[in-house]
Structures are given as structure tokens and as C-alpha cells.
């Protein structure tokens, strides 16, 4: 009998899991494919692209994201072609990851199947479709969730394998985005530490050593065979973000403020808060609770909840952080319920408003592509985009630049496309609409991965990045001798290009239509040095 039920809840398992994989696949594919926000959506179309000609970051353009997305974008559209399609996908992979992982989290702690399955659905709403396509914020995110994960895995199943992963998920999300997963990696080392103060094993800390190992090992390799300096990673990835990271520090997560901390978050608080009471309570009547793995665990759920919110106030994007509640919903249902096993109408009561405000908040913030400043916006208006081209079929067009208008930015685009396009010229192309150069099958000789850095680099021209984004981009015009650069508005901050970064001499700028300018090479002394 024991045998025949194990198998029935192994073929349970296996059936949630397809579940899992069909509706966060398919979700996120639905809203990936409605809207777009040029800045945000296109970030890495053009990039993985780039990395597929033999194009790199940080060698070939000056980015300040991780090559992770960048290199994966690249193996998808190898994979299943390059096409809208398979660039969703990507993103719709990793909002199945990030369900399924925490599916099978649960299942370790002896949560029903039934719940571990709501709680992963409700993770799936909310987790990568607010973008819908790959993003910095939500990739990152992600896998910092998915080593938190790992880490508490580590902990409750004394598993060694898990600490041999750790560090390689946590090295993976290093190089999706910095944050936050520099501020998890501190967490997980500080409470790794004490684990293994109070629970040593040389195993597993030999296992750890060894996945950092075999991470650090694949990193290099993959400089060495796409011919990227160290040193430009290391000015690009860690020195130039650190110096951005220190306004956003100042300006958007001071002055901590209730109202911001707490009431703009108050349903991530809810569960948070109950963990803090329930660990008291236990502290209380043993304080050897204060050794426990669970103890360990709680902790590591409240400190990693706070990392998210400090991260989301100093994004400049929408809200994207809520899918970390049915998480926190599902582990506060296991440790209340350990506790309080007679009071199941307060657990239920739990239960209820986990799935009523994941549902709030998918209504808000992923039906209504709040995310994509798309909140007003009549998807009824929208346009299929393939009349841009067969590579972007299945999105239904209308953007974040002109809601109400997309017939008119249509017509704009494809205008400034066909003028590009009959120009023999050797070219560059300066937009935010990055799939044009994808289309037009070409390289585009872009000297930033996306334009807002333009802006931020070209701030202090005494900087020793001023000199290397110019470097950069005189090295490129001189090397592929490029005559023109094509320049598409409108830009997020300003179209002023090479304004801020040559001398006047340096170029002829020309008005061809509302969006499309065009800057005319000349010879002038920042190319002679």
C-alpha cells in the first residue's frame, strides 16, 4: 500500500508539473506578446541578436547589465529562430523556473500538493509577466529567489549537492544584474556562516568551494573565447554601476519614510510580520530555537523580503516585486500551521488573502501593463506588428511612447526603416526601438547596449568613463569606417547622441522625417586621436 501510494503522489507531481508549466508558459506568452515600452522591451532583442553575429558586450558596446540574458537570448533564438516568439519564451522559461522551484521547495517542507500548487500558480501570475519579455529587475530577482531557495533546501534536507549549486545560481544572478543579488549573496554568507558554526560539516563546505569553483572557472572561459577584457568587465559591470548605485542610494531609498516602507508594501508586511510574532513566540518557550534550521530559514525569508523592497524603491521601474507574497504565503501556511494546528480558520483566513491580493495585484500591475507604462492604454487600438516585420509576429503593437496613436508610430517606423534601408552607406543605428537593425539585418555598430547610458556617461567628461565610452565609440567609427548614424526618436531621456560626446565639427545632423535624424561623419580631430 505504501508503495502504490507513493507512486500515485509521484504521478501527482508529475501532472502539477505539467499544470505549472503549461499556465506559466502560457501567461506570461499572453502578456508578453500585448504592449510594448521600447526602453524596456527590446533591451536584449538587439543584444542577443549582436551575440549571434560574433558581437559582444562590453568588448563590441559599453553595457552595464549582465551578459547572462544577453548569451541566453542567444542560445534561444538559435534554438527556436530569431523571432518574437522565442524571445518571450525566454522570459515565459523563467517564470516557469521560478514555479516550479518553489513547487518542489514546498514539497521538501511535507506541504500538500494541493497547496504547493496554488501557491507556485500564484507565483506564476505575478512573476515575469508584468514584463513579459526578458528584463534586468526579473531575471535577477528570480534566481536570487531560486538561491534563496536553494540555500533553505540546503538547510531543511541536509542536502550537499544544494551547496554545490548555491553558488553557481548566485554567480548566474551576479551577471543578470548586480542587485540584488549582491545584497542576497551577503545574506546567505553571513547565515551560511552561522550554520556552520553550529553545524559543521567540511562536505558540504567542500561541495560550496568546488560549485564556486567550476563557476569562476566558466566565467573565464567565456572571456577568454569571446576575447572580453577583464578590465572592461570590471569598469563596465562593477566600477560604472557602483557610481550610479550611490545617487540611487541617496535619492530613492532615503528618507525611509512609513508610508513607503510599510503601507505601499503592507501585504508583503502581513506574513512578515506573523513569521517575527511566530518566532518570538518559539524563542520564548526554548531559546535553543535560536539554533534551529527553521529558525535559520525565517530569518533568511524576512532579511531577503526587505533586500526586495529596498531594491524596488531605488528601481526606477513599476512595481514587479509583489510575486514574492504567495512565497511568503506558502512558508508562513507551513509554520503557522506547525504551530497553531487548531486554529485552521485563521490559517484559511491566510490562504484567502494571499490568493485575493496576488489576484489584486495581477489585475493591477500585470492585466492593466502597469509595469509598461501602459496603464490607460486601449489594447483595442492595437496593431499586429508583423507589418514591421515577420520577426516581430504574435506582438499586438501599441506602445508606451504613443498609446493612442500606434497607427501613426507605425507609419513613423516603417518610414524611417525603408530610409535606412536604401542607404548603401556604411551605417550605425541610434534608437530604442531595438529590433530595427535585427530586421534590417545588419549591425547596428552601436556603441551602448541601451541609450539612457549615453546620458549618464557623458555627465562628467573628467571621468575615466567619458574616456572610455569615447574611446570606444571613436575606435568603432574608425575601424568599420562608418559614414552616417541614424538616429530614431523619441529616447527616454534625450536624443542628444553624439552632442554631449564629440565635438561639433564631428558631425552634420540632418532632419529626414518626425522621428529619423541623421548624423553626417566628418573629419575632425577627436577621430585623429
Excluded at 558596446?61 to 544577453?70: Q, S
Excluded at 518542489?104 to 506564476?124: E, G, N, P, Q, V
Excluded at 503593437?397 to 504613443?402: A, T
Excluded at 534608437?431 to 546620458?455: A, M
Aim: with cysteine.
Amino acid at each position: 500500500m505504501q508503495n502504490l501510494s507513493s507512486l500515485l503522489n509521484k504521478k501527482k507531481e508529475t501532472f502539477y508539473t505539467i499544470i505549472i508549466f503549461l499556465f506559466s508558459v502560457s501567461i506570461n506568452q499572453y502578456y508578453g506578446n500585448l504592449g510594448v515600452c521600447p526602453i524596456d522591451s527590446f533591451w536584449f532583442f538587439n543584444s542577443g541578436y549582436d551575440s549571434l553575429k560574433g558581437y559582444y558586450p562590453f568588448k563590441d558596446y559599453w553595457t552595464i547589465a549582465g551578459p547572462f540574458i544577453t548569451f541566453t537570448q542567444a542560445i534561444f533564438f538559435k534554438l527556436l529562430g530569431v523571432s518574437w516568439f522565442s524571445y518571450v519564451f525566454h522570459a515565459s522559461v523563467f517564470n516557469f523556473l521560478i514555479s516550479i522551484v518553489t513547487f518542489y521547495t514546498l514539497l521538501k517542507f511535507k506541504l500538500r500538493s494541493d497547496y504547493c500548487l496554488l501557491y507556485s500558480l500564484l507565483i506564476a501570475i505575478l512573476a515575469y509577466p508584468s514584463a513579459g519579455t526578458p528584463y534586468v529587475d526579473h531575471h535577477a530577482s528570480i534566481l536570487s529567489i531560486i538561491s534563496l531557495l536553494i540555500f533553505i533546501l540546503a538547510i531543511k534536507t541536509n542536502s550537499k549537492i544544494c551547496w554545490f549549486f548555491l553558488p553557481i545560481v548566485l554567480a548566474i544572478s551576479f551577471l543578470t544584474k548586480q542587485t540584488p543579488t549582491g545584497n542576497i549573496f551577503l545574506i546567505i554568507s553571513v547565515l551560511s556562516c552561522v550554520y556552520f558554526i553550529i553545524n559543521f560539516d567540511f562536505k558540504k563546505i567542500l561541495f560550496g568551494f568546488l560549485g564556486s569553483f567550476a563557476i569562476i572557472s566558466f566565467f573565464f572561459l567565456i572571456l577568454f573565447l569571446t576575447e572580453i577584457s577583464f578590465e572592461s568587465f570590471y569598469e563596465q559591470y562593477i566600477l560604472f554601476p557602483l557610481s550610479i548605485g550611490k545617487t540611487r542610494v541617496e535619492y530613492f531609498l532615503f528618507p525611509l519614510e512609513f508610508s513607503r516602507i510599510f503601507l505601499r508594501y503592507k501585504l508583503i508586511h502581513i506574513p512578515l510580520l506573523i513569521l517575527i510574532f511566530i518566532s518570538f513566540v518559539k524563542i520564548k518557550n526554548d531559546l535553543k530555537y535560536l539554533k534551529s534550521n527553521d529558525f535559520l530559514i525565517i530569518v533568511t525569508l524576512i532579511l531577503s523580503s526587505y533586500i526586495f523592497i529596498a531594491h524596488q524603491l531605488m528601481t526606477i521601474n513599476g512595481m514587479f516585486i509583489f510575486f514574492i507574497i504567495p512565497i511568503l504565503g506558502a512558508f508562513l501556511h507551513i509554520y503557522f500551521f506547525e504551530q497553531y494546528k487548531s486554529k485552521k480558520y485563521i490559517l484559511y483566513s491566510f490562504i484567502i488573502l494571499t490568493i485575493c491580493s496576488s489576484l489584486h495585484y495581477g489585475y493591477k500591475y500585470i492585466h492593466k501593463r502597469d509595469f509598461m507604462d501602459l496603464r490607460n492604454a486601449n489594447f483595442d487600438k492595437a496593431i499586429d506588428a508583423s507589418v514591421l516585420d515577420h520577426k516581430l509576429n504574435g506582438l499586438k503593437w501599441i506602445s508606451c511612447l504613443k498609446p493612442n496613436d500606434s497607427q501613426k508610430e507605425i507609419t513613423n517606423l516603417i518610414d524611417s526603416i525603408n530610409l535606412i534601408k536604401n542607404d548603401m552607406r556604411v551605417k550605425g543605428i541610434i534608437t530604442e526601438y531595438q529590433f530595427i537593425s535585427v530586421i534590417l539585418d545588419k549591425y547596428d555598430y552601436s556603441p551602448t547596449q541601451v541609450w539612457f547610458i549615453n546620458h549618464v556617461v557623458n555627465e562628467n567628461k573628467e571621468s575615466r568613463f567619458f574616456k572610455s565610452y569615447k574611446k570606444l565609440l571613436v575606435n568603432k567609427i574608425q575601424k568599420h569606417e562608418i559614414e552616417v548614424f541614424y538616429l530614431i526618436k523619441p529616447f527616454w531621456n534625450d536624443d542628444k547622441i553624439f552632442e554631449k560626446g564629440l565635438s561639433k565639427n564631428c558631425y552634420k545632423k540632418t532632419k529626414l522625417n518626425e522621428i529619423l535624424d541623421v548624423y553626417q561623419l566628418q573629419e575632425c580631430d577627436d577621430f585623429k586621436s
